[in-house]
């Protein structure tokens, strides 16, 4: 069974600071997406990464994957308080479009 | 992008009854659409995988019976809750693809109360 990870669960951190929220999953996959959502909204796409070493950058957030660690970070740089909401990644089961989705990442930016 | 509309946004009906939930692709033709769900504060769970002009599959655990699933067109796909209950209150979320696309596109969730 796919398990897709999401570390931290919680996350709190001050406006200015840097973070990185880590995905894990349990099996083969190259492509996987990260999506943010906000409380009573469904998910707004932030990044689709569909290779090994893939890098986007998109404002003060950044994603990678490295599909040999089954592992992609999502980095917030200089964090502002509009950032506040709940981040999920997923992964694509061997390119069939039924998505998995981690366990989300609940962030709150404090001015 | 590609535009997913889903109705409606919210509803609230009573115990026993049903409930249908529209997923249409408004500017492309999916020929495979996705059921979520949400509970508060949760993850999305996948439900099942609809494909134009064939019977849904489901994922493990779904009651095929409870949540129907119809693909009819290209463009619509639907999902009753048949005998809503309270524990079916949750946030229902589908998507759409085409072809051989690089990602799916999300509609705007449908937020179901059972009372």
């Known amino acids: 069974e796919l398990k897709v990870e999401q570390n931290p669960l919680f996350l709190s951190m001050q406006e200015g600071k840097n973070y990185t929220i880590y995905c894990n999953y349990s099996?083969?996959?190259?492509?996987l997406y990260w999506y943010r959502q906000d409380p009573g909204k469904s998910l707004e796409s932030l990044f689709v990464?569909?290779?090994?070493?893939a890098v986007k950058q998109e404002g003060r957030l950044m994603a990678s994957l490295d599909t040999k660690a089954r592992l992609s970070t999502l980095h917030i740089t200089a964090a502002v308080h509009d950032l506040s909401a709940t981040y999920f990644c997923?992964?694509?089961?061997?390119?069939?479009?039924?998505?998995?989705f981690g366990t989300g990442t609940r962030l709150k930016v404090l001015a | 992008g590609a535009v997913v509309s889903q109705h409606p946004s919210r509803v609230i009906c009573k115990s026993g009854t049903s409930v249908k939930i529209e997923c249409r692709s408004l500017?492309?033709?999916?020929?495979?659409m996705f059921w979520y769900r949400q509970f508060p504060k949760k993850s999305l769970m996948l439900m099942a995988t609809?494909?134009?002009?064939?019977?849904?599959?489901?994922e493990q655990g779904v009651e095929k019976d409870k949540f129907l699933i119809n693909h009819a067109s290209l463009t619509l796909s639907t999902l009753t809750v048949t005998s809503a209950h309270p524990e079916d209150s949750s946030f229902y979320i589908c998507?759409?693809?085409?072809?051989?696309?690089?990602?799916?596109?999300f509609g705007s969730g449908t937020q179901l109360s059972v009372l």
């Open positions: 609809s494909n134009e002009g064939s019977k849904a599959t489901y």
């Open positions: 099996t083969t996959s190259d492509r």
């Open positions: 997923a992964v694509d089961i061997s390119g069939t479009y039924k998505y998995i």
């Open positions: 500017d492309f033709q999916a020929t495979t």
């Open positions: 990464l569909l290779s090994n070493g």
């Open positions: 998507s759409a693809g085409q072809g051989n696309f690089e990602k799916l596109f």
